[in-house]
């Protein structure tokens, strides 16, 4: 099935593509004002009740207290149990929280797939015999691809069902929306009528990454297995090109907005970057806006404001 | 059309008001409230109207024009598209794109913004209050005229929006009702803040088209830069203020403070919101008692702007934020100074200590800290000495959110309460879970036209509620005098119209004011008295 392989490929490559751009997009966007919001996690002993160092008297002359063991529980739980969510939206957390575990063990099991694939081109067989390793990749793979799958799928159409009944859903999700809902349902579907029927235990699938990973030619396919890699691999592509791959803003959101509390210090990198970004031209065009000039010059500026 | 119906494309539509407040429609309050009859809300005068557009809700609190003919509702257009364009990019807005991008992007439409808003909670959930239809009218317009293919998949994206000219006045309008309070965004799941991207909006709308609120720029940050003070008080009315309240100290306390000015090499230049001086002197005259009896080393600056530590560039405005706040710096560099705290003003704390951050640079960058946390250290560990039974009357405290939910001050002027008020009490929720005053972002400054009654009306009807609950029925008595104790200016301006609009003091015996007034009023090296039950 050469053209599946084709089509892996480049969804592959579109995907890994997509993600770095929206990564860059973010991580490349110039320093900012600082806005962070409270509770910030790090702040150790102060976090519970939402404090920060600026409750110290000169903070200025203290060290700092960061407790990084409890920013990263906080992310931990923010990632695996959706905490947030689950304060703040029960309801949408109800459907949220099976579909994302879904999507989690999902990759896993991608993973495990090509794990499995790397190691039985190595000549590694990956079973429930002979090498233990090898058997535990077998065992895994079988867990998180069927956990992750019916998660993952029961959560779209929670997600699709609560998004349909719910007037203000309605009014602001767009058709795509839905229909992204409804692409995670379909691929589920297939992937799992397709896998149990011929494939149960995903050999003939390891095999398929496997010739990925070498670039030889894949293992025979049945039509709904085609239809089935065909469709998890325009998953792959189509996913890192919409909203759905929010968790890489995300980090971002978290730590770059909302948890970035690090002051200035004089002298410090972090100056420099703000002096190079006041030296930049502003082409604002209001009345108070000397357009044209650099944004130090037009803040250092003293005189009639009128 | 019912408001539960209005969607966003409708924001385009021509109609003299898009969205009625309905009084009917308002949660009721409670005891002793049940049966409050809110007061009619005034119409506009034709002369008021005259030339504006204001058809979101019939509000005016921003005159934005109404061009007369297509050509310049056209040319309009065009420039907030190229406004729009500038808030996108990197050399434009350096200064925000970073979390801007990240809100627009990343929405996933759940809603939970909308029960944490306050406003979008007290209009009766009127849909044009929610947080999410202003961000998504936002999101919608960029997404339409700025992305690849944005006009031919709009139906399929939800990108399906006329940009008209009212599309653009109610965009406008709709930024200004919101407080900017970020409770929305601390409960959303993803990061995301609406709150934000209301700022973001005004910043395109003052920057580029000249359009914002009278009292913010041309009454606010241009006054201020022109004559050193919002208010309009000049260096030399503040020396003649200064005299008065240096004579009521006396009066008040018997104590001869000579209050000092531009004391280069001081540890400390305090900067208050110059509104104290106008409307509350007394809480200027307390932090001077305070300062002094502690053994203080510190300073006012008459230095044009340095008197007066209200930024409202931080509401609407880069440009004018950074210029309000490099004066700022510029004052504490040349008189010297070791820190600066800044007085009871919540904006004017992130203004001057987290957004200045980024500005105070090099030589400019002064130590700064909360006076919450001066008064805390000279409390606490006993620098000054109290008699709390002095404050033996029912007190509550109000977050104002630029200093608990952006800041993290929230437990030193706990601590200060809870050692000079044995009546204290919190409301609920509080701390970093707060709600705004109804004032936030600039409303409390906004006296004209029908706006304050919206100020009331829904923003301020849930903080006023809050109010309520923190007293028993048995406090709630007339007779029972209580303090809601609100240490930010702007704050303080909002709940002080709020307890009129309510005629809370006749009705409920609620009366508002700082800490720093409880603080002198507790002090035992300072006359019994300094805190009058006589309500302004």
Known sequence: MYWAQVITYVSIIVAVIAMIAKVLRYLTAPESFRWELYPVPHEKGRAEYGGSYLEELDWWSKPRHSDWFKEISEMMQEIFLLKGVYHNNKKVWTFSLPFHLGCYLTIGWLLFLLLGGILETAGVAVGTGGNTFASVIHYLTIIFGYAGLVLAGVGALGLFAWRSSNKAQRRYNSPAEYINLLIFVAVVTVTLISQLGADPSFTTLRSYVGSLVTFGAAPPLGTLMTIEIVMISLLIMYVPLTRMSHFVAKYFLYHSVRWNDEPNERGSKLEKRLMELLDQKVGWSGDHIKTGEKWIDIVQETGNEQ | ?536
């Open chain 2, 1 to 536: 059309m019912s408001s539960k119906d209005i969607k966003i494309k409708d924001f385009g539509k021509k109609t003299d008001k898009l969205y009625n407040l309905d009084l009917k429609n308002l949660p009721g309050l409670p005891y002793p409230y049940e049966n409050w009859q809110d007061s009619p809300i005034p119409e506009l005068s034709e002369i008021k109207r005259k030339g504006k557009n204001i058809t979101l809700d019939g509000f005016l609190n921003i005159a934005v024009p109404e061009p007369e003919t297509e050509e310049e509702k056209e040319a309009m257009v065009a420039k907030f598209l190229e406004g729009l364009r500038k808030l996108l990019s990197r050399e434009n807005n350096w200064t925000f794109l970073k979390p801007l991008l990240l809100s627009l992007d990343n929405c996933v439409k759940c809603n939970t913004c909308s029960e944490a808003c306050p406003i979008f909670e007290m209009s009766g959930g009127a849909e044009i209050y929610r947080p999410l239809f202003r961000s998504d009218v936002f999101r919608r317009i960029i997404k339409k005229h700025f992305s690849p293919g944005g006009k031919l998949t709009a139906k399929f994206t939800g990108a399906d929006i006329d940009l008209n000219w009212d599309t653009i006045a109610r965009l406008a309008q709709l930024a200004y009702r919101c407080n900017l309070c970020r409770r929305c965004a601390q409960t959303c799941p993803m990061g995301v803040d609406n709150g934000l991207i209301a700022r973001e909006i005004r910043k395109l709308f003052s920057q580029e088209l000249n359009i914002a609120p009278a009292e913010l720029h041309g009454e606010g940050t241009v006054k201020q830069l022109d004559t050193g003070s919002s208010t309009g008080i000049s260096p030399v009315a503040l020396m003649d203020l200064m005299e008065f309240v240096e004579e009521d100290i006396t009066d008040r306390t018997g104590l001869n403070i000579k209050i000092p000015f531009d004391k280069a090499g001081a540890d400390i230049l305090l900067i208050h919101n110059a509104g104290e001086f106008l409307s509350w002197p007394e809480n200027i005259e307390a932090f001077a008692i305070i300062f002094e009896l502690a053994g203080l080393s510190w300073t006012l600056s008459s230095e044009m702007v340095g008197y007066d530590s209200v930024n409202y560039g931080l509401f609407y405005d880069d440009v004018q934020l950074a210029k309000v706040t490099l004066r700022h710096a510029e004052v504490a560099k040349k008189l010297g100074v070791k820190k600066v705290v800044v007085g009871e003003c919540g904006h004017a704390h992130k203004a001057i200590m987290t957004i200045g951050d980024r500005i105070w640079l090099g030589e400019c960058n002064i130590p700064r800290e909360s006076s919450m946390v001066t008064l805390e250290d000279l409390i606490v560990n006993e620098k000054i000495m109290v008699d709390p039974l002095r404050n033996d009357f029912p007190v509550t405290l109000h977050d104002p959110c630029n200093l608990t939910r952006s800041m993290g001050v929230i437990e030193p002027q706990r601590r200060v309460l809870k050692k000079i008020c044995p009546q204290f009490r919190e409301m609920t929720p509080h701390g970093v879970n707060n709600y705004c005053c109804g004032g936030g972002s600039g409303f409390a400054i906004m006296q004209s036209n029908n706006f304050p009654n919206w100020r009331y009306l829904v923003p301020g009807r849930k903080k006023f509620e809050q109010i309520l609950k923190a007293f028993t029925r048995e406090e709630l008595s007339p007779d029972v005098h209580k303090y809601v104790c609100a240490p930010c200016s702007n704050c303080k301006g909002q709940i002080r119209d709020l307890l009129t609009y309510y005629d809370a003091w006749e009705r409920a015996g609620i009366m508002y004011g700082g800490l720093v007034e409880l603080v002198v009023n507790a002090m035992t090296d300072v006359r019994e008295g300094f805190h009058e039950w006589d309500f302004h």
